[in-house]
């Protein structure tokens, strides 16, 4: 697949998410439970989500990844728990965070998210070329449910990495 990758400016949204590290090979479990369980927790507080859902990646090991797993809301969450954040922290709750936007290498990617690592190295490569510094966090927004379009192939998913510094 050919990528179309270009700079943009990505702005700062709300988010409502759950945050742990991971096995990678157990996300494609993990991310459709936390999904769910951060839906519920919407719902509970009648909140609408404002976009897809989305993953944001704090660092990562051959085997593991540090992972923000979410959606974009309209205005703001507050998750009826009286613990504080780093409770909800090291038991996996439900919170409110922000995307981080700002100016980030961008790309979408359409098809399987087994896929998706040409998405990356398109973006790596547009970096090296114009000689730019990628920071060390980026997420990924995933436009298309299995309800939507059960077809995997014509799932969209766009890739942000933020610049370096």
């Known amino acids: 697949m050919d990528y179309e990758v270009f700079i943009k400016e990505a702005p700062r949204e709300h988010l409502a998410s759950v945050r742990g590290v991971y096995l ?32 944001i990646y704090h660092s990562w090991s051959e085997e593991t990844v540090d ?11 507050f998750p009826q728990d009286v613990r504080s954040g780093a ?4 038991e996996g709750g439900v919170r409110a965070g922000m995307v981080p936007g700002g100016k ?6 359409v098809g399987r ?12 490569s547009y970096a090296k070329a114009k000689g730019l510094g990628l920071a ?3 997420w990924e927004k995933y436009l298309t449910s299995m309800e939507d379009e059960p077809d995997l192939g014509r799932h969209v998913t766009e890739v942000y990495w933020p610049l370096a510094g």
């Open 136 to 138: 060390d966090i980026m």
């Open 24 to 55: 990678i090979a157990k996300l494609p479990e993990v991310m459709p439970r936390e999904f769910g369980r951060i839906m519920a927790a919407l719902k509970a507080e009648g909140v609408q989500p404002a976009g897809g859902a989305l993953a």
């Open 67 to 77: 992972v923000e797993i979410g959606f974009t809301i309209k205005g703001v969450f």
């Open 87 to 90: 409770e909800l922290h090291a």
């Open 104 to 109: 980030v290498v961008f790309t979408r990617h």
């Open 113 to 124: 998210y087994d896929e998706i690592a040409a998405a990356y190295e398109a973006i790596q």
